[in-house]
């Protein structure tokens, strides 16, 4: 069996399992979701879900969040954890999408990773959920659960991200990365792969 092959049987049963293959995070806008992505490092999306409200409020634009004072920014964030950081950066992306592209959400990777914390796993986020783009978002539950079945062979998030897009069919690796999150998150967990309750079980490593 080829990866390629092996991928697709896994696409296929994840499809069944998880058939709604949604973005955890809540956001109504691109740069909503940049600002919710950034929070949700080192952070759970749950409580990134219940600062965002009283936040997205306050500002309500990019234009909003771009006049912001850093110390009600980082206020309203500080639960989520290293809030003069993310607070910071959401000010500054804010301020770059203006100045630089116009007052919208980049489209690309190469840009958005230009902006203030923004990595290539929220960059692949935001061009996969708001640009229908192909993109593999390489978060610990993808890097953990690619690494058990086979498909790849490393815990570099980039080098994951290119193995995957090598042998994951394009118009499916953006709900396939969302599935993955789910199935960490309910059976191949960190601590413990639960293997007997595993929909891919047939094509992991261990048994092919």
């Known amino acids: 069996m080829t990866k390629k092959e092996q991928a697709l049987l896994c696409v296929n049963a994840l499809k069944k399992e998880y058939p709604e293959a949604i973005c955890s995070l809540e956001a109504n806008n691109p740069f909503q979701l ?6 949700s490092a080192q952070c759970t999306d749950a409580r990134v879900n219940l600062v965002t409200p009283a936040l997205f409020a306050k500002y309500p634009t990019i234009e909003a969040f771009a006049s912001a004072e850093l110390q009600d920014v980082e206020e309203l964030v500080h639960s989520c954890g290293f809030y003069h950081h993310k607070a910071k950066d959401i ?13 919208a959400v980049p489209n690309n990777i190469e840009d958005l990773t230009t902006l203030p914390g923004v990595g290539r796993k929220t960059a692949n986020l935001i061009v996969g959920d708001i640009y229908g783009k192909p993109a593999v978002v390489a ?5 953990r659960i690619s690494n058990r079945l086979g498909l790849v062979n490393t815990k570099d ?32 967990i960190s601590r413990k792969a639960n293997c007997e309750k595993c929909c891919m079980s047939d094509y992991c490593k261990k048994n092919i």
């Open 157 to 188: 998030p980039k080098k994951v991200e290119l193995e995957l897009k090598k042998i994951l069919p394009p118009e499916e690796s953006n709900d396939f990365c969302h599935r993955m999150v789910l199935h960490g998150r309910a059976v191949c």
């Open 139 to 143: 978060d610990t539950h993808l890097i």
């Open 91 to 103: 000010i500054g992306m804010a301020k770059d999408i203006i100045t630089r592209f116009n007052g």
């Open 34 to 39: 940049l600002v919710a992505t950034r929070l």
